[in-house]
């Protein structure tokens, strides 16, 4: 039976771990002028954090395992390598959450080669320090057991996936209800995603021709 340990983050949170974060910066007295946002994770925490700490230079490097929501990642690589000239610059690396690392040190180390900046700092809003390959110079919170954190950014995705992984673990299932399927999926993720991600998710699970809606019913396809 599917049971991940799942926090489910709120928009009001990821802006007050970014102010939090933009402080802990501050403090630091370390000024960045290029803020870099690990694609995609760290997207809307790097836009906060230009916001916070008044920074007009954002750019993206997207950094990326293959991988499913909650599951162990594989091989990290950069997607679409391109070359900037940031010698004259101190660069504030972005990333939503430090896991394994993996994908941070990747980008952190191809930055330092191909864009040569004066400076390179990292910040995360959050960093699992048990199985961290790096400590970022700057978070704001410390995880000292894993879980999942279900980010505003990825509702979507994670409910499709976490929907599609409760109804393959139950392959002998064929048909399930709406109520079934709600119930499942507080039972193995403890979360409740709210109606509309819900309903979207399935929609999307449609679309894809995994489930088909029959009479108020999920029909299970092809998965
Ligand atoms: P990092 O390189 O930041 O440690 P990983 O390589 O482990 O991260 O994972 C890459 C991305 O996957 C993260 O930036 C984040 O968007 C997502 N991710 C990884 N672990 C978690 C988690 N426990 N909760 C939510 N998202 C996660």
Same mark, same amino acid.
């Given at each position: ?22 402080? #802990? ?8 002028? #290029?803020?870099?946002?690990? $694609?995609?994770?760290?997207? #809307? ?5 230009? %916001? ?7 750019? $993206? ?26 010698? @004259? ?5 972005? @990333?939503?959450?430090? %896991? /394994? ?7 952190? @180390?191809?930055?330092? $080669?191909?864009? &040569? ?11 699992? $320090? ?6 970022? =110079? ?6 000292? =057991? ?8 990825? &509702?979507?995705? =994670? ?5 599609? &992984? ?10 399930? /209800? ?8 507080? @039972? ?6 709210? =109606? ?6 399935? &929609? /999307? ?19």
């Amino acid at each position: 039976m599917v049971k991940v340990p799942t926090k489910l983050v709120t928009w009001d949170e990821i802006v007050e771990w970014s102010m939090g974060l933009s402080e #802990v910066i501050k403090r630091s007295e370390f000024k960045p002028d #290029v803020v870099v946002a690990v $694609s995609r994770g760290g997207y #809307v925490p790097a836009r906060l954090i230009c %916001d916070f700490l008044l920074v007009d230079n954002l750019v $993206s490097l997207q950094s990326q395992h293959w991988t499913e929501a909650a599951k162990v990642a594989e091989k990290a690589i950069i997607k679409f390598p391109y070359k900037i000239e940031l010698s @004259d610059h101190r660069v504030l690396l972005v @990333d939503d959450i430090v %896991d /394994t690392g993996d994908t941070l040190i990747l980008a952190r @180390d191809f930055i330092l $080669s191909e864009w &040569r900046p004066r400076e390179l700092k990292i910040a995360a809003l959050q960093w699992i $320090s048990p199985v961290a390959k790096i400590k970022p =110079d700057f978070y704001y919170i410390e995880v000292k =057991d894993w879980i999942w954190f279900q980010y505003p950014w990825t &509702r979507h995705e =994670d409910t499709a996936q976490f929907i599609k &992984r409760i109804i393959v673990e139950e392959k002998e299932k064929k048909e399930w /209800t709406l109520s079934e399927l709600e119930a499942k999926f507080r @039972d193995s993720y403890g979360i409740y995603v709210g =109606d509309k991600y819900f309903k979207l998710a399935l &929609r /999307t699970l449609v679309e894809l021709g995994m489930l088909k809606e029959e009479n108020n019913k999920y029909l299970v396809r092809s998965l």
